[in-house]
């Protein structure tokens, strides 16, 4: 099957729903990413300060935000003015399966940000 027809409104509804969990993913990488860029610049403050060898690189991946594409495809469907959408297998992935092109690396940096949250939390008896 190389396409399919879906109902836009629950087309809609799916993207909301994976671009809200996309969105909070990201707000939550951000939290732990810039705490660790603050802690990096504050430890290379102290070295310059003690006269240490200066470290200039931070070599911390910047979590990624996609919550743009699925705007952009949310805004298109809210657009069109059928009640059905044909959808290849491409965008079935993307749309519904929430399979993008840019999960692995986005996995690999941005999720890992929230894992850390997670485990520190958790030390620290927050849910």
Do not use: C
């Not at 799916?14 to 705490?35: C, D, M, P, W």
């Not at 949310?74 to 840019?102: P, S």
């Amino acid at each position: 099957m190389d396409s399919i027809t879906v109902n836009k409104a629950n087309l809609i509804e799916t993207l909301e729903k994976n671009r809200s969990e996309h969105r909070g993913i990201f707000e939550r990488a951000q939290i732990v990413y810039r705490q660790k860029v603050i802690d990096a610049f504050e430890d290379r403050l102290k070295a310059a300060r003690n006269g240490e060898k200066i470290v200039t690189y931070i070599g911390l991946p910047e979590p990624e935000d996609h919550t743009a594409e699925f705007d952009t495809a949310i805004e298109m469907l809210k657009w069109d003015t059928a009640g059905e959408v044909t959808l290849d297998r491409r965008d079935f992935k993307r749309f519904v399966q929430n399979k993008w092109e840019w999960e692995a690396s986005f996995v690999a940096n941005t999720q890992s940000y929230s894992a850390m949250l997670d485990e520190q939390n958790e030390r620290d008896g927050i849910t």
